[in-house]
């Protein structure tokens, strides 16, 4: 198993920038594939983005790309999403996830989840 803590959320306004971290413990962590997801405010979860086990593959929502980035350290046993040029639409609670198979896109691939960090941006 991995044990999933994410930071990093906060207030912003449009236009500016966040960067999250999720921390992993537990089984090795280079093991595990992440995404970010996001679930808006009375809206379901939502794929974000998701980086291969080494971090050589990368795949973004098409409402992000260019906007986001997605990285991991292996030997810190962290992924991070830095965010940029953040809009009113992204305002909403941001979770990491772990999964062995390779880059999912649903919430169904992944089985281990942190417990999320709020994201507000203001207008």
């Known amino acids: 198993q991995v044990q999933l803590v994410e930071s990093g959320g906060g207030l912003v306004q449009a236009g500016g920038s966040l960067r999250l971290s999720c921390a992993a413990s537990g089984r090795t962590f280079s093991d595990y594939a992440m995404g970010w997801f996001r679930r808006p405010p009375g809206k379901e979860r939502d794929f974000v983005v998701a980086i291969s086990q080494s971090g050589s593959g990368r795949y973004y929502a098409d409402s992000v790309k260019g906007r986001f980035t997605i990285s991991r350290d292996n030997a810190k046993k962290t992924v991070y999403l830095q965010m940029n040029s953040l809009k009113p639409e992204d305002t909403a609670i941001y979770y990491c996830?772990?999964?062995?198979?390779?880059?999912?896109?649903?919430?169904?691939?992944?089985?281990?989840w942190g417990q999320g960090t709020q994201v507000t941006v203001s207008s």
């Open positions: 996830a772990a999964s062995i198979s390779y880059l999912q896109t649903t919430t169904d691939g992944y089985p281990y």
